[in-house]
């Protein structure tokens, strides 16, 4: 039989970063502890280490290898990983992220409503109706998955991507919902825009979001979408 892995586990990433592992599920238990362990080991300023980068179930850890002593920094990561302390673990920050459902800026909601048998509104109420966990960013600068969605919302991607997704676009895919910070291809369903701008290298904190956080969707109106969109005109 093969061996189970045991975790924690500091595997190599190349010849300038380790990752470390906490399972091999998506797990919100997981999750806290990944993200107890990339506030642990950021708050000791070790030299060297240049960026974390926490995901579902492990954190990237990456640094200079000019200054550092890999193998010994192998070591100090696991006996973070094996007990990082509970105060690491920070309250989530809730972001309210407004919607404009459905139309020009959904085109998929419909064919969200048809898989779960339920009106296009009906989908829109059983979305902003939970707190979802930010679990990365990835894909594009900014883009957060977020997850888990209602069971009813569990669509497949789309058979072929889009050329081109607009900015600010709320989609599903299978367990997850996300939103596209800048245009780009993409397979999600889209159900939605926020005028909101997730990625702007202009601020003093590009991202709107960061793993962790907790995020709720509003509906709004196109008057409503209007106005909020004018703030974030360059």
Request: proline share 11%; no cysteine; hydrophobic share 45%.
């Amino acid at each position: 039989m093969p061996r189970m892995a045991q975790y924690p586990r500091v595997l190599p990433l190349g010849d300038t970063g380790f990752t470390v592992e906490f399972g091999d599920t998506v797990d919100p238990a997981i999750h806290d502890r990944v993200l107890a362990f990339a506030r642990a080991a950021g708050s000791l300023g070790l030299r060297g280490l240049q960026e974390i980068v926490p995901t579902y179930r492990s954190a990237a850890v990456f640094f200079d290898p000019v200054q550092v002593d890999a193998p010994a920094l192998m070591d100090r990561l696991r006996a973070i990983a094996e007990s990082p302390p509970v105060s690491s673990v920070e309250a989530a920050r809730l972001v309210e992220i407004a919607v404009l459902y459905g139309g020009e800026f959904g085109p998929d909601l419909s064919d969200v409503a048809a898989f779960a048998r339920l009106t296009p509104d009906e989908v829109i109420v059983l979305h902003t109706s939970v707190d979802y966990r930010v679990f990365m960013l990835g894909f594009s600068p900014g883009f957060p998955y977020l997850g888990p969605v209602p069971e009813p919302l569990g669509i497949p991607r789309l058979s072929e991507p889009r050329a081109r997704v607009p900015a600010g676009s709320v989609g599903l895919a299978g367990s997850q919902t996300g939103i596209y910070p800048l245009e780009s291809p993409g397979g999600w369903r889209i159900i939605g825009r926020t005028p909101l701008r997730l990625y702007d290298p202009a601020r003093e904190a590009p991202f709107l979001l960061q793993a962790g956080d907790r995020v709720r969707f509003r509906p709004i109106d196109r008057e409503a979408y209007d106005r909020l969109a004018e703030r974030f005109v360059h």
